[in-house]
């Protein structure tokens, strides 16, 4: 493979030059940038690279900061939940909260901005009923005897939530907390522009500002242990302030409650179905927030540099896919790639001119220590953010922390040069050429293309148990021939179902954000699919999809999906349908043909193709599953795992093709409605065999069984992507062991042997 | 053990006269009966032996019934849920019922008693809006495309449901459908007395009418397949008529409409929290029978006989714990024993002067037939019902079906003559004194007392998946040493709580009638039991308690539980808890001291007690579980099991005792509230180590493990039932297995040896 060049952002250090220059040749890096705890001395800055700077706005300047107290971050908090046992109660508000952290606003009036709230009725307490002292930071109210109470109250921030943890987790002792200000009041916004305006003057052979980010950290609360209490990767708790909460009701006419926000103590998280007045405080945020931002870049642009964002920390109100997001006039966002789905919660940000992925390992101690080896852990992380790449790919790779540490690694020093060459080739092979993509498929739920690629997020990309199983779908989609949407509620009311999709999903658990709870007795929802899916649209359910429990349904699609979630209301009506279809059409792990005249045509120079024009007639059978049972009867079905899966699934009727049944339960159907299909599955954890069976599901759901294989690879674990505006096509070995695949473009079959991690080129073309 | 007689029934059928004599002689019998399909001729009806016959009120009279078409029994149906693909919906309403069963009302105007519902709005179609064909049996209306419609349209039965449950099984062929009748109807009531007066002076012999039963059979409705669509054993699916929602109007000032008896197609199942309007019908539903059937019991009781009332088929209405119950002037019930629970629901019946248990197997050929052993399923019934005995005794045990057919199996005749022997001991032992209850439990639902041991019930005690896990719990208090009382909501409201109760229960799956869904967010009940336990009270839940998400909270009172479910709206609070305490003395299987001076005193005939008063003082340690831990470390734990269990179930704090913790949830814990405790289970199925485990659960609930080894078995296959009042004990061997456990009475520890199955008597007198 001929050695390439750039593309590539390496993190550097003071001290390190000779070092730097010999990864930048073998990595191919044409930019470097500083990182937390590192910095670029001159003699780096003068290489042939472009400069990358971290650069913090609302933190980091605690003299300014010192001096305006009163214009730190808000939060409204909610206290721990008190039992009163007589008509008096005392509530410490604090009470599992971070002194360090958090101090309570006593500066505006609480009568006016705090709520205690009755949790037994459900309603606030009037302010004449309670009293509050400040010493102690303590409510007395006059209590109904065993009601529940929480004190709704605003807190000043005084310790940026990522330094804090930081601070803690690295034990920075006497280092000065950095305490975040607020620039939407008046010295903070003026103070931010001033600064950069002077810093771009000091800092010349800065190439490009990499905002780290703007200015409202995501939610993070710590407790009285300064240990982690609340994280929510897109919470906007810490945009609130009085200015704001005045500002917004004089723009809309009504004023938020602390209620509003602290919405019952859930905080708005992303899985609650979200309410017209968060909705409206969002829109409101995000405004401010793109306004500011542009006045920020537009400096940046001036002084003739490049301004990048740093996807997290300090990014909430940005929203890179909401609807003011290119007002900012960003040349570039930055984010940190955990796999497929955050690789192209990267890659399809609109709107920049270019989008770049940092890598994991981060160059720390917690992986770069003696005795462990990093190569593993990078093979893993790139493989899988890999099949992403050749779906859309960002335009930059690149990594962060120490450089001296990882170079004390030569191991993964090579291997990150062939990552970085792989990445240039797939790169160069495929940007600005659509990949193929056999379907259009959109994520129904109640956010839409302003949270694309970030549904069933709590912390970013962490596993949670109630998430995975929703989350392996996503990343199975992430690296998919399949084109993906995402589409609210709200969008099919106002413009109805789009024309050209495919397969609808909605996937997630009950009453969620993601499900979409009461959206679901909406009968301009329910109408619109059903119609759609009896024209011939195909939709698939996972977990707990259009439930909300009314009208004799939980599944409010029921009768499109064929399924429904016994509840205990009809253990009295008789359940006749358990019977499991063997080899149902979406359960075949490979529709692979008999391979005695398949060619093994690997290595790909040799492209001559064996004429099998009936492959892919073979598999257009969707009229008669018998006849497609008899003609792939033995054929190897996939080992289901459905992840935490969702109890009591029945099957409603005759017609339900019940593709596994198993402990008295249904957890995964098809089911003719119409010209089209529902398809359910109780929950797709990512998997090979998973990402198989969605595939097959969405060609099934789609009635479009007979073209699965354009572009397809018997073996699972190894995937096919084909650009036809070029010709060009690529098949991956998504494992570190060799594999074996044929592989079909729709007419013919060709065998290959991958190594571990391998990428076959190919083309159609004989040109 | 001496040679015993009574208490027992026996069925016998014709030509089996000197067959019959030396059974009734071995079994002790004193009753002969009738059974479907036999009759007892002359020969027999002069043995020494009361007559029972059985007695039909409202079916086998078809020549009467065919002169009275029009006052058959009727029923509500929904129609099949059909979706609208344009304007105009053709429903054939009578899709997938059964023809034989059900024929349309079309005497009744269907504008007025039917009802066209959309089930996606959730309103009726006008009437005026849909057209009827009583030819096709069809309904066309006009409709909003693409949504659900179904009918509520009312039929006539013209088939009895048992009888078509027998005709169908057994293939009876030509026989003669029996038909239903109402006795509202002015004819049908006439002849239901008429008839009966005639029947007494046709039977002179008959010394029992056994009723089987009244009027209303429980809901059993058929399909176009003639089988089983919907059963519900408490269903007053065939209660109604025009003329009884005439006089329900008349009598309560408002129209039941066709929804409030169709219920979405729930059918009121008692898993529904009944509605206002339900409760209304029912309670009109209970008066009427009782009215009626006091004047046919009144007949029988003028002729000198008894009135026997069977526990099921026609029994809709009577409701034996309901207000009206005893003015129906009963002398007897007997009802089918399937375990504990339906032993006890026999056996607590009030207001008669005997109740009588027909046990299992029944002779029937399922059972009885060549090359199978009746004996070790009549041993699993027996020793399981016999537990619940101990508790309240059934005055008379009985079996059914052909007599013949057992007499064929000597193995089986042996075994039955050694359990009505023992049968007749524990009655005599026992009878009329109060067992010893270490603690009073209440079990709190929508029921409350009308549906005393009959919580969890689809059909008649048979196994769901849904329900093993709760009905586990019942079958297990069903034989233990507490007292068990049934609690509504509504009780709560008018009463308060009753002052003995030690503990409360509440289980059942969210928002059902079990667990009781929106009555929780009635502060009345949260507060009165959150003021109970903070005084003392214990406060059990099982599977998803208190349950109704609002507020904050899915389990409104997880303040008192300690536990609350994850529904994925507070994944961003970390959650702290997740540290099992091993040990604890809920799980424990056994208290049983060290044994070295415990004397094997078995049999029980050797009295000599072995003093050692501190057992009883070493289990006083509420206050301290960790001194309970290093005092019994390394005593053996109970394995659990909690069935279907309930998924994400979190400590709420640091005060939950984790009992059991496994897959990133909770499903055993406890957790202090005030001077009381609130202790859970994700499910108990019934197991003798769930048992003790609940046994465990209750005493520690109630702050009174102290008092847990007041008659206290170490093996939990054994238990023990003292009756203070007779200074009696009985040791039970509950399995088919030899046992040795170690009994305590409070002060001191015996050792018993028991035969499988074997009841060991004691006595703490020295008379």
């Known amino acids: ?4 060049k750039g593309r590539v952002t390496l993190p550097s250090e003071t001290g390190f030059l000779e070092e730097t220059k010999e990864i930048m040749e073998r990595w191919g890096a044409d930019a470097l940038r500083d990182s937390d705890g590192t910095k670029l001395d001159d003699d780096l800055k003068a290489l042939d690279a472009k400069i990358y700077m971290t650069y913090f706005v609302a933190r980091g300047h605690n003299e300014f900061a010192r001096a305006h107290m009163e214009e730190c971050q808000q939060l409204y908090l909610m206290s721990q939940r008190h039992t009163a046992v007589e008509e008096k109660l005392l509530i410490s508000f604090m009470d599992g909260y971070f002194q360090e952290q958090v101090i309570p606003d006593y500066i505006h009036d609480p009568k006016k901005w705090w709520e205690v709230i009755d949790r037994t009725s459900g309603e606030a307490v009037p302010a004449d009923a309670w009293e509050l002292d400040q010493e102690q930071h303590r409510i007395t109210l006059y209590a109904v005897p065993f009601h529940e109470y929480t004190v709704s109250f605003l807190v000043y921030a005084i310790w940026d939530p990522t330094q804090m943890y930081n601070h803690i987790t690295n034990d920075w002792g006497e280092r000065p907390h950095e305490i975040p200000f607020d620039v939407r009041q008046s010295s903070s916004g003026a103070f931010a522009k001033e600064y950069l305006i002077q810093w771009l003057k000091d800092n010349p052979s800065t190439d490009v500002v990499r905002f780290t980010t703007f200015f409202y950290h995501f939610t993070l609360v710590f407790n009285d242990l300064a240990k982690e209490k609340f994280v929510d990767w897109f919470g906007y708790g810490a945009t609130v302030s009085v200015q704001a909460l005045e500002e917004f009701e004089q723009e809309y006419g009504y004023a938020l409650r602390p209620e509003d926000l602290v919405d019952n103590g859930y905080y708005n998280s992303p899985f609650r179905v979200p309410s017209k007045h968060y909705l409206d405080y969002m829109d409101f945020i995000q405004r401010f927030v793109v306004r500011k931002a542009k006045e920020l870049v537009d400096l940046v ?10 996807l997290g920390d300090n990014w ?15 040349d570039a966002v930055v984010g940190s790639v955990g796999g497929g789905v955050s690789l192209r919660l990267i890659s399809e940000i609109p709107h920049v001119k270019y989008t770049e992925g940092r890598f994991l390992p981060y160059f720390f101690p917690d992986t770069f220590y003696e005795g462990n080896d990093p190569v593993p852990e990078a093979m893993r992380d790139w493989i899988r953010a890999r099949r992403a790449i050749m779906r859309k790919p960002v335009d930059r790779i690149g ?8 170079y004390k690694f030569p191991a993964f020093v090579d291997y990150i040069e062939k990552v970085t060459d792989e990445f240039r080739l797939i790169y160069d092979s495929i940007k600005g050429v659509s990949p193929y993509c056999g379907l ?13 690629w970030q549904p069933y997020m709590v912390a970013h990309e962490l596993r949670y148990k109630q998430c995975y199983s929703y989350m392996g779908m996503m990343e199975s ?30 996937a997630g658990d009950a009453m969620t954000a993601f499900s979409g709870g009461e959206e679901w007795l909406d009968p301009a929802i329910t109408t619109a699919i059903r119609r759609w899916v009896w024209n011939g649209g195909g939709f698939l359910g996972v977990g707990e999809p259009t439930a909300c429990h009314a009208n004799g349904r939980f599944f409010q699609l029921a009768d499109v999906l064929g399924v429904d979630k016994e509840l205990g209301f009809t253990l009295s009506t008789d359940k006749y349908f358990t019977q499991e279809q063997s080899g149902h059409f979406i359960r075949m792990q490979s529709f692979k043909e008999d391979q005695s005249n398949i060619e093994n ?5 040799d492209r001559s193709i064996i004429e099998n024009p009936s492959a892919a007639e073979n598999l257009k059978f969707t009229e008669n599953q018998n006849d497609f049972l008899a003609q792939h009867d033995g054929k190897p079905q996939i080992t289901f795992d459905f992840g935490e899966g969702v109890k009591n699934i029945y099957a409603i009727d005759e017609k339900t093709e019940i593709i596994e049944y198993s402990d008295g339960e249904v957890h995964a159907a098809a089911h003719p409605y119409g010209k089209g299909y529902g398809v359910y599955f109780a929950g797709l954890p990512y998997s090979f065999a998973n990402t198989r069976l969605l595939m097959n599901a969405l060609y099934y759901a789609a009635h479009r069984t007979g073209d699965i294989l354009t572009w397809y690879s018997s073996n699972p674990a190894c995937e096919v992507h084909a650009y036809p505006g070029t010709g060009k096509f690529a098949v991956l070995n998504n494992t570190l062991e060799l594999q074996k695949t044929t592989v079909c473009d729709g007419r013919q ?11 076959i080129w190919g083309t159609t073309r004989e040109d």
Not at 301 to 310: L, P, Q, W
Not at 481 to 491: M, N
Not at 601 to 605: D, L, N, R, T, V
């Open 301 to 310: 642009h001036a002084a003739g540099r490049e301004a990048m964002m740093f």
């Open 399 to 406: 990594y962060g922390g120490y450089l001296s540490l990882a």
């Open 316 to 330: 909430i109100g940005t929203e890179p896919y909401g609807k003011y997001f290119g007002e900012i006039g960003l």
């Open 440 to 452: 259009k498929v959109a994520i129904l739920n109640s956010w839409g293309t302003l949270r694309s």
């Open 1 to 4: 493979m001929a050695k390439t």
């Open 477 to 506: 989609l992430s690296g998919m021939a399949v084109d993906v949407s995402f589409l609210s509620f709200a969008d099919i009311r106002e413009n109805g179902i789009p024309a050209d999709i495919d397969v609808m999903i909605n």
């Open 749 to 759: 079959w060709k065998k290959y042997d991958l190594q571990p991690g391998e990428i």
């Open 601 to 605: 045509s690997s290595p790909a120079e």
